[in-house]
């Protein structure tokens, strides 16, 4: 089982730009996350889907859009990049919501020039 | 590598110690604990959880305690490793569908 993928872990843009950030899980998982890391600011929840067909915002989601796809996965749009927006982005994903073990991607380090 | 260690509280020991890794939290109703390594470059890695029904709960090497009476959790790691520097990172579930993230101590092991 591979667990958690992200593509891609590199990404440079431009202030405007747009991209999607991918992420997918092969454990049969319900529960997906994508988070952002800052120097300093610990993992900030962006959006969640506590279930395929359901999403939710989470403490950090101006600027971001998601698609839960289908159960395996679950993207992140930044329509209109912002140098702010500039991080290293996780997706994660648990059994279930709530008290379970969420089970990390390896990042995507993005620059918004 | 990432430079996520920035600005962190950071604790120093040498190899063999034991390392003590504290972590306030905030919310009483929080009924669930866990925490996370994260090496450099990398995602977090679950270490061990514990639920509010317990006090202690142990694992290889690792024990984390829970003082619900001062909302502290801590992590315990015997004999410390140079491959156990890394930052790491508590969270709470306070009754809702998602954790919350501390913001995370580093330790640097000396060999």
């Known amino acids: 089982n591979a667990g958690v993928t992200q593509t891609p872990k590199f990404q440079v843009l431009k202030t405007g730009q747009s991209m999607t950030l991918q992420c997918a899980q092969d454990?049969?998982?319900?529960?997906m996350y994508w988070y952002r890391q800052d120097p300093g600011m610990g993992l900030r929840l962006i959006y969640y889907s506590a279930s395929e067909g359901t999403t939710d915002k989470g403490e950090v989601p101006n600027g971001y859009n998601v698609s839960r796809l289908n159960k395996r996965e679950f993207s992140l749009r930044l329509e209109s990049a912002a140098p702010s927006q500039t991080s290293v982005y996780f997706c994660?994903?648990?059994?279930?919501?709530?008290?379970?073990?969420?089970?990390f991607g390896p990042g995507t380090r993005l620059t918004v020039l | 590598g990432e430079s996520v260690g920035l600005h962190l509280p950071t604790l120093s020991v040498q190899e063999g110690d034991n390392s003590i890794i504290n972590c306030a939290y905030s919310n009483s109703a929080s009924d669930y604990f866990i925490w996370y390594k994260q090496e450099s470059g990398k995602g977090p890695q679950f270490i061990i959880d514990?639920?509010?029904?317990?006090d202690k709960r142990q694992g290889q090497r690792v024990t984390v305690l829970l003082n619900k009476t001062v909302k502290h959790l801590s992590l315990q790691i015997a004999a410390t490793q140079p491959g156990d520097s890394a930052v790491y990172f508590c969270?709470?579930?306070?009754?809702?569908?998602?954790?919350?993230f501390g913001k995370g101590t580093m330790l640097l092991v000396s060999p």
């Open positions: 514990i639920r509010s029904n317990m």
């Open positions: 994660a994903s648990s059994r279930t919501s709530g008290i379970n073990e969420q089970f």
């Open positions: 969270a709470e579930n306070s009754g809702y569908s998602t954790l919350t």
């Open positions: 454990m049969n998982h319900n529960s």
